[in-house]
């Protein structure tokens, strides 16, 4: 379990947040009508070779579930959040940005790659990456974005043997610290998170909330519903003795990336899994709760459950 000193970020008004727990719980929809969502900015100068954009190439097996490469806002959400710009950036202009000597944002931040692997401290965070301000601009160079550039190539959606349903697995050898995909969906507010999870207590799990302690005593939830509305990474399923994690990520908006990184290494044809409680115990009672099948030795039974959801 995180507590209070794991991820220190200090934001332009001096507040540290903390990501303190992380759930899943059962979800409800929103039929939104969507025929396209652009979620990134074009790219300045296209003639530069340097220059790159996300890269998505993934789809849907279900004609029901429009996908969005990243976070959407839905009901509930504080739209100027998204919109807001996280911090000023860099003047990086040869989009080195690898120490804190050379760059303001690893000087503030902290170092949070080598390479493109996460580094170990770094999984309790903070993650702020250079954005669109900066003067890096999305370089190849850039040793501060990773996340930006999207999700690993050679992912599969496919059918689990053991009672999961869809799961998704690796088609090659993913690195420890490797960034994996996105958890993308609807941006919601707590209340619609409520009434969607209240609505279809008989479906599938999607709802992901992120709990944020901030030095004050208050909390920060951010809350993605990605039933309708997501990317791929909707279909990674729980496990108790997971090979990857959720860790919050920010680039351009305080609003932040559940991203997924590897733990360790995950091998070819292996299946991705995350724990959805972020490795906290929770004093749920069984009763009403979805049977876990993840067949780990450590396995607790039963799904993770999220009290503040009822």
């Known amino acids: 379990m995180l507590n209070s000193s794991d991820l220190p970020i200090k934001t332009n008004d001096d507040e540290t947040f903390v990501m303190l727990t992380n759930s899943q719980d059962t979800i409800g929809t929103s039929f939104i009508n969507v025929d396209y969502v652009d979620c990134y ?28 490469e990243c976070n959407v806002a ?44 996460l580094l170990a401290n770094k999984f309790n965070g903070p993650v702020v990456e250079c954005n669109s301000e900066c003067g890096c601009t999305k370089t190849e ?12 190539t050679d992912l599969e959606i496919f059918e689990t043997p053991d009672g999961k349903g869809l799961g998704l697995k690796t088609k090659c050898e993913i690195l420890t610290g490797k960034f994996i995909c996105e958890y993308a969906g609807e941006i919601i507010g707590m209340e619609e998170a409520k009434r969607r999870s209240q609505n279809r207590k008989d479906q599938m799990n999607y709802i992901f909330v992120l709990n944020e302690h901030l030095s004050n005593g208050s909390v920060v939830k951010t809350c993605v519903d990605p039933t309708i509305l997501g990317n791929i990474g909707r279909y990674i399923n729980h496990s108790c003795h997971p090979n990857a994690a959720i860790v919050p990520v920010r680039v351009d908006c305080p609003v932040p990336k559940l991203c997924i ?27 009403g709760r979805k049977p876990c099948h993840c067949h780990a030795q450590n396995c607790k039974g039963y799904l993770p459950f999220d009290q503040s959801l009822l």
């Open 261 to 287: 990184f590897a733990t360790r290494t995950i091998f070819p044809c292996e299946e991705i899994t995350f724990d959805y409680s972020g490795g906290e115990e929770t004093t749920a009672t069984p009763l």
């Open 141 to 152: 160079k850039c040793g501060n974005r990773v996340v930006q550039f999207g999700p690993h």
């Open 74 to 117: 839905g009901p509930g959400c504080n739209t100027s959040d998204l919109d807001a710009q996280f911090s000023k950036g860099c003047d990086c202009l040869n989009g080195n940005c690898d120490s804190e000597s050379d760059c303001p944002c690893v000087a503030r931040y902290g170092k949070n790659y080598s390479g493109s692997l």
């Open 41 to 68: 900015p074009s790219i300045e100068d296209p003639s530069d070779e340097h220059s790159r954009c996300m890269l998505d190439e993934y789809s849907h097996v279900s004609s029901n579930v429009h996908y969005v």
